[in-house]
Protein backbone atom coordinates (compact mmCIF):
# COMPACT_ATOMS: atom_id res chain seq x y z
CA UNK A 1 0.00 0.00 0.00
CA UNK A 2 2.42 2.62 0.82
CA UNK A 3 4.69 1.41 -1.70
CA UNK A 4 3.19 3.04 -4.29
CA UNK A 5 3.88 6.50 -2.75
CA UNK A 6 7.44 5.09 -3.48
CA UNK A 7 6.68 5.78 -6.86
CA UNK A 8 4.34 8.03 -7.48
CA UNK A 9 6.63 10.98 -5.16
CA UNK A 10 9.49 10.05 -7.51
CA UNK A 11 7.30 10.77 -10.30
CA UNK A 12 5.93 13.77 -9.18
CA UNK A 13 9.54 15.39 -8.19
CA UNK A 14 10.08 14.43 -12.01
CA UNK A 15 7.97 16.59 -13.04
CA UNK A 16 8.83 19.45 -10.30
CA UNK A 17 11.91 19.14 -11.59
CA UNK A 18 11.31 19.66 -14.77
CA UNK A 19 10.16 22.70 -14.39
CA UNK A 20 13.38 23.92 -13.17
CA UNK A 21 16.89 25.06 -13.27
CA UNK A 22 18.29 22.13 -11.31
CA UNK A 23 21.82 21.47 -11.15
CA UNK A 24 23.62 19.88 -8.41
CA UNK A 25 24.77 22.86 -6.91
CA UNK A 26 21.43 24.93 -6.93
CA UNK A 27 17.64 24.57 -7.94
CA UNK A 28 15.93 27.57 -9.43
CA UNK A 29 12.02 27.78 -11.26
CA UNK A 30 12.35 29.05 -14.43
CA UNK A 31 8.49 27.80 -15.62
CA UNK A 32 8.09 26.36 -19.23
CA UNK A 33 11.57 27.63 -20.18
CA UNK A 34 13.12 23.66 -20.21
CA UNK A 35 10.01 22.85 -22.50
CA UNK A 36 10.33 25.87 -24.52
CA UNK A 37 14.34 25.06 -24.86
CA UNK A 38 13.40 21.62 -25.87
CA UNK A 39 11.19 22.41 -28.53
CA UNK A 40 13.55 24.50 -30.50
CA UNK A 41 16.25 22.01 -30.00
CA UNK A 42 17.77 20.08 -32.83
CA UNK A 43 18.91 17.51 -30.50
CA UNK A 44 15.35 16.74 -29.50
CA UNK A 45 13.82 16.22 -32.59
CA UNK A 46 16.49 14.16 -33.92
CA UNK A 47 16.74 11.85 -31.21
CA UNK A 48 12.58 11.83 -31.33
CA UNK A 49 13.19 11.12 -35.34
CA UNK A 50 15.59 8.50 -33.96
CA UNK A 51 13.19 6.72 -31.59
CA UNK A 52 10.47 6.57 -34.41
CA UNK A 53 13.11 5.38 -36.97
CA UNK A 54 13.54 2.24 -34.60
CA UNK A 55 10.47 1.86 -33.55
CA UNK A 56 9.82 1.14 -36.95
CA UNK A 57 11.22 -1.48 -37.63
CA UNK A 58 11.84 -2.81 -34.46
CA UNK A 59 8.52 -3.23 -33.52
CA UNK A 60 7.06 -5.37 -36.49
CA UNK A 61 10.28 -7.74 -36.50
CA UNK A 62 10.03 -8.33 -33.22
CA UNK A 63 5.72 -9.30 -33.20
CA UNK A 64 6.06 -10.74 -36.92
CA UNK A 65 9.28 -13.50 -36.50
CA UNK A 66 8.39 -14.47 -33.04
CA UNK A 67 4.35 -15.05 -34.07
CA UNK A 68 5.89 -17.18 -37.20
CA UNK A 69 8.48 -19.25 -35.49
CA UNK A 70 5.66 -20.21 -32.53
CA UNK A 71 3.22 -20.97 -35.18
CA UNK A 72 6.16 -22.42 -36.85
CA UNK A 73 6.77 -25.12 -33.21
CA UNK A 74 3.16 -26.10 -33.51
CA UNK A 75 3.35 -28.62 -35.79
CA UNK A 76 6.54 -29.75 -34.07
CA UNK A 77 7.16 -32.28 -31.36
CA UNK A 78 8.17 -30.96 -27.59
CA UNK A 79 11.66 -31.70 -27.58
CA UNK A 80 11.99 -29.58 -30.60
CA UNK A 81 10.13 -26.53 -29.03
CA UNK A 82 11.97 -26.74 -25.84
CA UNK A 83 15.14 -26.74 -27.43
CA UNK A 84 14.61 -23.26 -30.16
CA UNK A 85 12.85 -21.68 -26.85
CA UNK A 86 15.87 -22.72 -24.79
CA UNK A 87 18.37 -21.07 -27.73
CA UNK A 88 16.12 -18.58 -28.78
CA UNK A 89 15.87 -17.16 -25.18
CA UNK A 90 19.32 -17.27 -24.17
CA UNK A 91 20.40 -13.85 -25.48
CA UNK A 92 17.36 -12.42 -23.12
CA UNK A 93 19.52 -13.46 -20.67
CA UNK A 94 22.92 -12.30 -21.65
CA UNK A 95 24.08 -9.15 -20.21
CA UNK A 96 23.48 -6.46 -23.30
CA UNK A 97 26.87 -5.46 -22.56
CA UNK A 98 28.70 -9.18 -23.17
CA UNK A 99 26.31 -9.19 -26.74
CA UNK A 100 27.63 -5.60 -27.66
CA UNK A 101 31.35 -6.40 -27.23
CA UNK A 102 30.48 -9.01 -29.73
CA UNK A 103 28.87 -6.79 -32.24
CA UNK A 104 31.07 -4.62 -31.87
CA UNK A 105 34.00 -7.19 -32.67
CA UNK A 106 31.67 -7.38 -36.07
CA UNK A 107 30.56 -4.16 -36.98
CA UNK A 108 33.60 -1.86 -35.77
CA UNK A 109 34.77 0.95 -37.93
CA UNK A 110 37.98 -0.73 -40.05
CA UNK A 111 39.04 -3.69 -37.74
CA UNK A 112 35.70 -4.86 -37.30
CA UNK A 113 34.91 -8.25 -39.04
CA UNK A 114 32.42 -7.28 -41.41
CA UNK A 115 34.74 -3.78 -42.27
CA UNK A 116 36.95 -5.73 -43.52
CA UNK A 117 34.68 -8.31 -45.78
CA UNK A 118 33.66 -4.95 -47.17
CA UNK A 119 37.14 -3.96 -47.41
CA UNK A 120 37.96 -7.60 -49.25
CA UNK A 121 34.85 -6.67 -51.95
CA UNK A 122 36.19 -3.13 -52.74
CA UNK A 123 34.07 -1.29 -50.42
CA UNK A 124 36.87 1.05 -48.59
CA UNK A 125 36.90 2.80 -45.67
CA UNK A 126 32.88 1.55 -45.22
CA UNK A 127 31.67 2.41 -41.96
CA UNK A 128 28.11 1.37 -40.11
CA UNK A 129 28.58 3.97 -37.65
CA UNK A 130 29.16 6.92 -39.74
CA UNK A 131 25.39 7.40 -41.54
CA UNK A 132 22.65 6.49 -39.66
CA UNK A 133 20.83 5.54 -42.42
CA UNK A 134 22.88 2.43 -41.86
CA UNK A 135 23.34 2.48 -38.50
CA UNK A 136 19.86 2.70 -37.12
CA UNK A 137 18.61 -1.03 -39.37
CA UNK A 138 21.69 -2.79 -38.23
CA UNK A 139 21.34 -2.29 -34.74
CA UNK A 140 17.03 -2.75 -35.15
CA UNK A 141 17.92 -5.68 -36.63
CA UNK A 142 20.62 -6.49 -33.59
CA UNK A 143 18.12 -5.63 -30.88
CA UNK A 144 15.31 -7.40 -32.47
CA UNK A 145 17.08 -10.56 -32.33
CA UNK A 146 18.65 -10.21 -28.72
CA UNK A 147 14.83 -9.49 -27.24
CA UNK A 148 12.74 -12.11 -29.21
CA UNK A 149 12.31 -14.97 -27.07
CA UNK A 150 10.22 -13.57 -24.41
CA UNK A 151 7.64 -12.91 -27.43
CA UNK A 152 8.26 -16.37 -28.99
CA UNK A 153 7.51 -17.85 -25.59
CA UNK A 154 4.34 -15.80 -24.68
CA UNK A 155 3.12 -16.69 -28.42
CA UNK A 156 3.86 -20.64 -28.24
CA UNK A 157 1.93 -20.50 -24.51
CA UNK A 158 -1.11 -18.91 -26.39
CA UNK A 159 -0.94 -21.25 -29.44
CA UNK A 160 -0.99 -23.89 -26.96
CA UNK A 161 -3.93 -23.30 -25.21
CA UNK A 162 -5.99 -23.27 -28.99
CA UNK A 163 -7.86 -26.29 -29.31
CA UNK A 164 -6.44 -28.84 -31.29
CA UNK A 165 -10.02 -29.52 -32.50
CA UNK A 166 -10.02 -26.39 -34.35
CA UNK A 167 -7.36 -26.99 -36.32
CA UNK A 168 -8.67 -30.58 -37.07
CA UNK A 169 -11.92 -28.93 -38.20
CA UNK A 170 -10.02 -26.61 -40.53
CA UNK A 171 -7.90 -29.10 -42.04
CA UNK A 172 -10.90 -31.56 -43.04
CA UNK A 173 -12.24 -28.51 -44.98
CA UNK A 174 -9.49 -28.35 -46.54
CA UNK A 175 -7.78 -24.99 -45.45
CA UNK A 176 -4.12 -25.03 -45.78
CA UNK A 177 -1.61 -24.13 -43.64
CA UNK A 178 -1.79 -20.40 -44.38
CA UNK A 179 -5.59 -20.04 -44.14
CA UNK A 180 -5.25 -22.07 -40.48
CA UNK A 181 -2.46 -19.34 -39.51
CA UNK A 182 -4.96 -16.46 -41.43
CA UNK A 183 -8.60 -16.94 -39.57
CA UNK A 184 -7.51 -19.62 -36.62
CA UNK A 185 -4.19 -18.55 -35.01
CA UNK A 186 -4.63 -14.41 -35.46
CA UNK A 187 -8.22 -14.19 -34.22
CA UNK A 188 -7.23 -16.36 -31.17
CA UNK A 189 -4.71 -14.59 -30.58
CA UNK A 190 -5.72 -10.83 -30.92
CA UNK A 191 -5.70 -10.01 -26.94
CA UNK A 192 -2.01 -11.51 -26.56
CA UNK A 193 -0.97 -9.67 -29.23
CA UNK A 194 -2.57 -6.67 -27.89
CA UNK A 195 -0.46 -7.12 -24.72
CA UNK A 196 2.86 -7.77 -26.92
CA UNK A 197 2.20 -4.88 -29.08
CA UNK A 198 1.49 -2.49 -26.12
CA UNK A 199 4.62 -3.92 -23.63
CA UNK A 200 7.32 -3.69 -27.40
CA UNK A 201 5.91 -0.52 -28.45
CA UNK A 202 6.59 0.95 -24.64
CA UNK A 203 9.91 -1.11 -24.70
CA UNK A 204 10.88 0.48 -28.17
CA UNK A 205 10.96 4.22 -27.04
CA UNK A 206 12.89 3.22 -24.40
CA UNK A 207 15.62 1.48 -26.61
CA UNK A 208 19.33 2.61 -24.71
CA UNK A 209 21.93 0.33 -23.91
CA UNK A 210 23.06 -1.03 -27.12
CA UNK A 211 22.76 2.25 -29.17
CA UNK A 212 24.84 4.35 -26.53
CA UNK A 213 27.43 1.53 -26.15
CA UNK A 214 27.90 0.94 -30.25
CA UNK A 215 27.27 4.38 -31.20
CA UNK A 216 26.82 6.57 -28.55
CA UNK A 217 24.05 8.60 -30.47
CA UNK A 218 26.42 9.82 -33.12
CA UNK A 219 27.22 11.46 -36.01
CA UNK A 220 25.72 14.58 -34.49
CA UNK A 221 22.66 13.03 -32.85
CA UNK A 222 21.66 10.85 -35.77
CA UNK A 223 21.12 7.48 -34.30
CA UNK A 224 20.13 9.08 -31.23
CA UNK A 225 17.50 8.52 -29.10
CA UNK A 226 15.33 9.82 -26.39
CA UNK A 227 16.53 7.78 -23.34
CA UNK A 228 19.91 8.22 -24.86
CA UNK A 229 19.23 12.04 -24.94
CA UNK A 230 18.06 12.36 -21.29
CA UNK A 231 20.57 10.17 -20.08
CA UNK A 232 23.60 12.37 -21.44
CA UNK A 233 22.07 15.75 -20.92
CA UNK A 234 21.58 14.82 -17.26
CA UNK A 235 24.45 12.69 -16.25
CA UNK A 236 27.04 13.70 -19.16
CA UNK A 237 25.78 17.80 -19.18
CA UNK A 238 24.53 18.33 -15.51
CA UNK A 239 21.07 19.67 -16.54
CA UNK A 240 18.78 17.66 -14.91
CA UNK A 241 15.54 20.10 -15.20
CA UNK A 242 16.14 19.88 -18.77
CA UNK A 243 16.26 16.07 -18.93
CA UNK A 244 13.29 15.27 -16.51
CA UNK A 245 11.07 17.92 -19.12
CA UNK A 246 11.97 15.35 -21.66
CA UNK A 247 11.18 12.18 -19.56
CA UNK A 248 7.84 13.74 -18.67
CA UNK A 249 7.31 14.33 -22.44
CA UNK A 250 8.54 10.59 -22.80
CA UNK A 251 6.06 9.35 -20.29
CA UNK A 252 3.32 11.25 -22.08
CA UNK A 253 4.59 9.85 -25.36
CA UNK A 254 4.35 6.54 -24.13
CA UNK A 255 0.94 6.87 -22.20
CA UNK A 256 -0.44 8.25 -25.59
CA UNK A 257 0.69 5.32 -27.39
CA UNK A 258 -0.78 2.41 -24.77
CA UNK A 259 -3.92 4.32 -25.18
CA UNK A 260 -4.46 4.61 -28.99
CA UNK A 261 -3.19 0.92 -29.93
CA UNK A 262 -5.67 -0.39 -26.44
CA UNK A 263 -8.31 1.19 -28.51
CA UNK A 264 -7.62 0.17 -32.12
CA UNK A 265 -6.65 -3.08 -31.52
CA UNK A 266 -9.52 -3.79 -28.63
CA UNK A 267 -11.96 -6.17 -30.16
CA UNK A 268 -13.99 -8.52 -28.55
CA UNK A 269 -12.57 -11.80 -26.93
CA UNK A 270 -12.88 -14.83 -27.81
CA UNK A 271 -14.69 -17.52 -26.07
CA UNK A 272 -13.69 -21.29 -26.15
CA UNK B 1 -10.57 -29.14 -23.83
CA UNK B 2 -9.47 -32.57 -26.47
CA UNK B 3 -5.96 -33.39 -27.17
CA UNK B 4 -7.25 -34.23 -30.73
CA UNK B 5 -9.00 -36.44 -32.19
CA UNK B 6 -8.05 -40.32 -32.57
CA UNK B 7 -8.42 -40.47 -36.53
CA UNK B 8 -6.42 -37.45 -37.53
CA UNK B 9 -3.68 -37.98 -34.53
CA UNK B 10 -1.18 -38.78 -37.98
CA UNK B 11 -1.41 -35.61 -39.06
CA UNK B 12 -0.90 -33.74 -36.26
CA UNK B 13 3.15 -33.44 -36.39
CA UNK B 14 3.00 -32.45 -40.19
CA UNK B 15 4.72 -29.86 -40.40
CA UNK B 16 6.24 -27.80 -43.79
CA UNK B 17 9.82 -28.23 -44.64
CA UNK B 18 10.52 -24.69 -45.54
CA UNK B 19 9.64 -22.72 -42.50
CA UNK B 20 11.27 -25.34 -40.40
CA UNK B 21 14.30 -24.52 -43.03
CA UNK B 22 13.88 -20.30 -41.72
CA UNK B 23 13.19 -21.47 -37.87
CA UNK B 24 16.18 -22.89 -37.95
CA UNK B 25 18.30 -20.35 -39.53
CA UNK B 26 16.52 -17.43 -37.60
CA UNK B 27 18.23 -19.87 -34.29
CA UNK B 28 21.49 -19.82 -36.19
CA UNK B 29 21.49 -15.97 -35.93
CA UNK B 30 20.21 -15.59 -32.54
CA UNK B 31 22.83 -17.83 -31.26
CA UNK B 32 25.65 -16.44 -33.64
CA UNK B 33 27.23 -14.08 -31.11
CA UNK B 34 26.84 -16.21 -28.45
CA UNK B 35 28.89 -18.91 -30.69
CA UNK B 36 31.70 -16.13 -31.72
CA UNK B 37 31.83 -15.73 -27.83
CA UNK B 38 32.13 -19.18 -26.80
CA UNK B 39 35.07 -19.37 -29.87
CA UNK B 40 36.52 -16.03 -29.78
CA UNK B 41 37.51 -16.55 -26.33
CA UNK B 42 39.89 -19.71 -27.15
CA UNK B 43 41.55 -18.13 -29.78
CA UNK B 44 45.03 -16.16 -30.19
CA UNK B 45 44.23 -12.26 -30.87
CA UNK B 46 46.21 -12.41 -34.22
CA UNK B 47 43.27 -15.17 -35.57
CA UNK B 48 40.44 -12.66 -34.89
CA UNK B 49 41.86 -9.94 -36.72
CA UNK B 50 43.47 -11.75 -39.81
CA UNK B 51 41.78 -11.59 -42.52
CA UNK B 52 39.86 -13.75 -43.48
CA UNK B 53 38.88 -14.40 -40.02
CA UNK B 54 39.26 -17.86 -38.53
CA UNK B 55 36.48 -19.18 -36.45
CA UNK B 56 37.08 -22.24 -36.55
CA UNK B 57 36.20 -23.90 -32.90
CA UNK B 58 39.33 -25.65 -31.31
CA UNK B 59 41.75 -24.35 -33.82
CA UNK B 60 44.85 -22.77 -31.95
CA UNK B 61 43.13 -23.86 -28.92
CA UNK B 62 44.53 -20.89 -26.16
CA UNK B 63 43.73 -20.51 -22.75
CA UNK B 64 45.69 -16.87 -22.65
CA UNK B 65 42.64 -14.49 -23.11
CA UNK B 66 41.05 -16.39 -19.92
CA UNK B 67 44.57 -16.04 -18.03
CA UNK B 68 44.61 -12.24 -19.19
CA UNK B 69 41.45 -11.45 -18.10
CA UNK B 70 41.43 -12.86 -14.83
CA UNK B 71 44.80 -11.27 -14.39
CA UNK B 72 44.04 -8.16 -14.85
CA UNK B 73 40.73 -7.03 -14.12
CA UNK B 74 38.85 -7.39 -10.74
CA UNK B 75 36.39 -10.24 -12.76
CA UNK B 76 35.54 -12.04 -9.52
CA UNK B 77 35.19 -8.69 -7.39
CA UNK B 78 32.63 -7.76 -10.23
CA UNK B 79 31.07 -10.83 -9.90
CA UNK B 80 30.93 -11.09 -6.32
CA UNK B 81 29.50 -7.48 -6.36
CA UNK B 82 26.86 -7.89 -8.98
CA UNK B 83 25.95 -11.52 -6.94
CA UNK B 84 25.51 -9.69 -4.02
CA UNK B 85 23.83 -6.92 -5.73
CA UNK B 86 21.14 -8.68 -7.46
CA UNK B 87 20.59 -11.32 -4.96
CA UNK B 88 19.47 -8.38 -2.70
CA UNK B 89 17.39 -7.24 -5.22
CA UNK B 90 15.39 -10.43 -5.61
CA UNK B 91 15.08 -11.00 -1.85
CA UNK B 92 13.73 -7.76 -1.09
CA UNK B 93 11.37 -7.61 -4.20
CA UNK B 94 10.27 -11.24 -3.61
CA UNK B 95 9.43 -10.03 0.54
CA UNK B 96 7.61 -6.69 -1.26
CA UNK B 97 5.45 -8.78 -3.82
CA UNK B 98 4.59 -11.88 -1.66
CA UNK B 99 3.46 -9.05 1.10
CA UNK B 100 1.53 -6.46 -1.40
CA UNK B 101 0.12 -9.64 -3.17
CA UNK B 102 -1.49 -11.16 -0.09
CA UNK B 103 -2.69 -7.68 0.95
CA UNK B 104 -4.39 -7.27 -2.88
CA UNK B 105 -5.74 -10.70 -2.62
CA UNK B 106 -7.32 -11.17 0.22
CA UNK B 107 -7.46 -8.20 2.89
CA UNK B 108 -10.30 -5.74 2.05
CA UNK B 109 -9.23 -2.27 2.79
CA UNK B 110 -10.27 1.52 1.24
CA UNK B 111 -8.81 2.18 -1.99
CA UNK B 112 -7.44 -1.13 -2.46
CA UNK B 113 -8.65 -0.93 -6.38
CA UNK B 114 -7.05 2.47 -6.87
CA UNK B 115 -3.95 1.47 -5.08
CA UNK B 116 -3.62 -1.80 -7.20
CA UNK B 117 -4.54 0.00 -10.38
CA UNK B 118 -1.35 2.48 -9.63
CA UNK B 119 0.80 -0.30 -9.10
CA UNK B 120 -0.53 -1.57 -12.26
CA UNK B 121 0.03 1.74 -14.37
CA UNK B 122 3.55 1.77 -12.57
CA UNK B 123 4.25 -1.80 -14.54
CA UNK B 124 3.19 -0.29 -17.87
CA UNK B 125 5.18 2.62 -17.07
CA UNK B 126 9.04 3.46 -18.59
CA UNK B 127 11.20 2.62 -15.65
CA UNK B 128 13.72 5.38 -16.91
CA UNK B 129 11.32 8.26 -16.69
CA UNK B 130 12.39 7.78 -12.31
CA UNK B 131 16.11 7.62 -13.22
CA UNK B 132 16.14 11.67 -12.67
CA UNK B 133 14.29 11.84 -9.56
CA UNK B 134 15.39 8.71 -7.94
CA UNK B 135 19.21 10.09 -8.43
CA UNK B 136 18.24 13.30 -7.17
CA UNK B 137 16.85 11.81 -3.76
CA UNK B 138 19.25 9.49 -3.80
CA UNK B 139 21.95 12.26 -4.02
CA UNK B 140 20.46 13.69 -1.27
CA UNK B 141 20.48 11.04 1.19
CA UNK B 142 24.20 10.52 0.37
CA UNK B 143 22.98 7.01 -0.93
CA UNK B 144 25.10 7.10 -3.98
CA UNK B 145 27.91 4.83 -4.37
CA UNK B 146 26.68 2.53 -1.75
CA UNK B 147 25.63 -0.98 -1.88
CA UNK B 148 22.52 0.07 -0.08
CA UNK B 149 21.48 2.81 -2.04
CA UNK B 150 21.81 0.66 -5.43
CA UNK B 151 19.46 -2.07 -3.96
CA UNK B 152 17.14 -0.11 -2.80
CA UNK B 153 16.85 2.11 -5.96
CA UNK B 154 16.90 -1.22 -8.09
CA UNK B 155 13.86 -2.60 -6.25
CA UNK B 156 10.87 -2.63 -9.12
CA UNK B 157 8.15 -5.21 -8.10
CA UNK B 158 4.97 -3.85 -9.72
CA UNK B 159 5.28 -7.22 -11.80
CA UNK B 160 6.22 -9.24 -8.60
CA UNK B 161 2.35 -8.13 -6.79
CA UNK B 162 1.02 -8.51 -10.27
CA UNK B 163 1.81 -11.71 -10.47
CA UNK B 164 1.76 -13.09 -6.50
CA UNK B 165 -1.62 -11.69 -6.49
CA UNK B 166 -2.87 -13.65 -9.15
CA UNK B 167 -1.17 -17.01 -7.54
CA UNK B 168 -2.41 -15.77 -3.66
CA UNK B 169 -6.30 -14.75 -5.07
CA UNK B 170 -6.51 -18.41 -6.32
CA UNK B 171 -5.92 -20.02 -3.26
CA UNK B 172 -9.08 -21.40 -1.63
CA UNK B 173 -10.25 -18.23 1.37
CA UNK B 174 -11.51 -22.12 3.43
CA UNK B 175 -7.51 -21.78 4.26
CA UNK B 176 -7.02 -18.96 5.46
CA UNK B 177 -10.66 -18.89 7.55
CA UNK B 178 -9.80 -22.53 8.99
CA UNK B 179 -6.03 -20.95 9.73
CA UNK B 180 -8.12 -18.12 11.62
CA UNK B 181 -10.14 -20.54 13.96
CA UNK B 182 -6.78 -22.16 14.64
CA UNK B 183 -5.59 -19.14 16.46
CA UNK B 184 -3.53 -17.29 13.60
CA UNK B 185 -2.90 -13.62 13.93
CA UNK B 186 -2.20 -12.34 10.84
CA UNK B 187 1.55 -12.65 10.62
CA UNK B 188 1.31 -16.26 11.84
CA UNK B 189 -1.34 -16.84 8.45
CA UNK B 190 0.69 -14.43 6.47
CA UNK B 191 3.87 -16.90 7.06
CA UNK B 192 2.47 -20.17 7.66
CA UNK B 193 -0.05 -20.58 4.86
CA UNK B 194 0.66 -17.99 2.59
CA UNK B 195 4.48 -18.68 1.48
CA UNK B 196 4.34 -22.18 1.79
CA UNK B 197 1.56 -21.94 -0.53
CA UNK B 198 3.27 -19.39 -2.92
CA UNK B 199 6.97 -21.01 -3.42
CA UNK B 200 6.31 -21.14 -7.26
CA UNK B 201 5.52 -17.50 -7.22
CA UNK B 202 8.36 -16.53 -4.99
CA UNK B 203 10.77 -18.87 -7.47
CA UNK B 204 9.44 -16.98 -10.61
CA UNK B 205 9.73 -13.02 -9.07
CA UNK B 206 12.92 -14.13 -6.90
CA UNK B 207 14.75 -15.46 -10.81
CA UNK B 208 12.85 -12.76 -13.01
CA UNK B 209 14.30 -9.79 -10.64
CA UNK B 210 17.71 -11.16 -10.23
CA UNK B 211 18.42 -11.90 -13.71
CA UNK B 212 17.12 -8.10 -14.42
CA UNK B 213 19.21 -6.75 -11.82
CA UNK B 214 22.08 -8.24 -12.36
CA UNK B 215 21.81 -7.24 -16.30
CA UNK B 216 20.95 -3.90 -15.71
CA UNK B 217 23.51 -1.19 -17.05
CA UNK B 218 22.06 2.08 -17.18
CA UNK B 219 21.02 2.16 -13.91
CA UNK B 220 24.56 0.97 -12.71
CA UNK B 221 26.53 2.87 -14.54
CA UNK B 222 24.44 6.10 -12.89
CA UNK B 223 24.48 4.87 -9.29
CA UNK B 224 28.03 3.59 -9.08
CA UNK B 225 31.20 5.41 -9.58
CA UNK B 226 33.70 3.95 -6.87
CA UNK B 227 36.04 0.89 -8.26
CA UNK B 228 35.36 -1.59 -5.46
CA UNK B 229 31.52 -1.52 -6.20
CA UNK B 230 31.73 -2.27 -9.69
CA UNK B 231 29.31 -4.67 -10.76
CA UNK B 232 30.14 -6.89 -13.67
CA UNK B 233 28.56 -4.95 -16.81
CA UNK B 234 30.09 -1.59 -15.60
CA UNK B 235 33.24 -3.81 -15.23
CA UNK B 236 32.93 -5.31 -18.57
CA UNK B 237 32.17 -2.26 -20.68
CA UNK B 238 35.53 -0.64 -18.69
CA UNK B 239 37.65 -3.53 -19.45
CA UNK B 240 36.32 -3.29 -23.31
CA UNK B 241 37.27 0.39 -23.51
CA UNK B 242 40.86 -0.47 -21.77
CA UNK B 243 41.71 -3.79 -24.22
CA UNK B 244 40.52 -1.89 -27.37
CA UNK B 245 42.70 -3.43 -29.72
CA UNK B 246 42.75 -7.03 -28.18
CA UNK B 247 39.63 -8.73 -29.52
CA UNK B 248 40.24 -11.91 -27.74
CA UNK B 249 40.48 -10.70 -24.67
CA UNK B 250 37.11 -8.74 -24.86
CA UNK B 251 35.54 -12.15 -26.31
CA UNK B 252 36.82 -13.53 -22.88
CA UNK B 253 35.86 -11.40 -20.88
CA UNK B 254 32.21 -11.23 -22.07
CA UNK B 255 31.98 -15.70 -22.27
CA UNK B 256 33.40 -14.91 -18.35
CA UNK B 257 30.41 -12.86 -17.65
CA UNK B 258 27.89 -15.11 -19.32
CA UNK B 259 28.48 -18.36 -18.52
CA UNK B 260 27.39 -17.88 -14.51
CA UNK B 261 23.75 -16.63 -15.96
CA UNK B 262 23.49 -18.99 -18.78
CA UNK B 263 23.91 -22.04 -16.26
CA UNK B 264 21.67 -20.73 -14.15
CA UNK B 265 19.28 -20.01 -16.66
CA UNK B 266 19.11 -23.70 -17.95
CA UNK B 267 18.56 -24.78 -14.22
CA UNK B 268 16.01 -22.59 -13.82
CA UNK B 269 13.85 -22.15 -17.36
CA UNK B 270 10.51 -23.00 -16.00
CA UNK B 271 10.52 -20.06 -14.20
CA UNK B 272 11.35 -17.76 -16.70
CA UNK B 273 8.52 -19.44 -19.42
CA UNK B 274 5.92 -18.41 -15.99
CA UNK B 275 7.05 -15.09 -15.88
CA UNK B 276 6.86 -14.41 -19.35
CA UNK B 277 3.45 -15.94 -19.77
CA UNK B 278 1.78 -14.59 -16.76
CA UNK B 279 0.72 -11.37 -17.84
CA UNK B 280 -0.32 -12.56 -21.43
CA UNK B 281 -2.44 -15.69 -21.30
CA UNK B 282 -5.12 -16.53 -19.23
CA UNK B 283 -5.10 -20.20 -18.24
Redesign the interface.
Known sequence: ?I??IF?????L??IL?SFTD?R?SGIDFNGLSNYKKIFSNYAFWRSLAGTARYAVIVIPLQMA?PL??AN??R???NKVNVL????????N??????????????FWPN?G?FS?IF??LGIVGFSFFDNANISIPVISLLIV??C???NV??FC??IN?I???YY?AA??DGAV?FQQFRYITIPFLSS?IT??L??NS?GA??I??IP??MTGGGPNYASSTL?ML??NS??GNNQ?GY??AI??L??IL?GII?VIQFKVTKREAIEY | MGKGGLILKSHKKKYSIPSTIWMVIVVCIVMAPLFIMAVGAFKPNLSLIQTPVDLVPFKDFTLNNVKKVLAESEVFLWLRNSFILSFAVACTTVFISICAGYSFAKINFRGKVVFFSIVIATMMMPKQILMIPNYLVANKLHLQDTMVGVVLTSIAPAFGIFLSRQAISSLPSELFDAAEIDGCGEVDKFFRVVVPLSIPTVGTIGILSFFSTFNDYIWQTIMISGKSLRTLPIGMSYFAQLQNNNKAAQLAMALIATVPLTVLFVLCQKFFIKGATAGAVKG
Open positions: MFSYLFPLYGVFLVWITLSHGVKLFIYLPVTCSVALVIVWNFLILRDNFSMGQVIAASPQTEELKVYVVTILQFVQLLIYAFFASGVLFSA
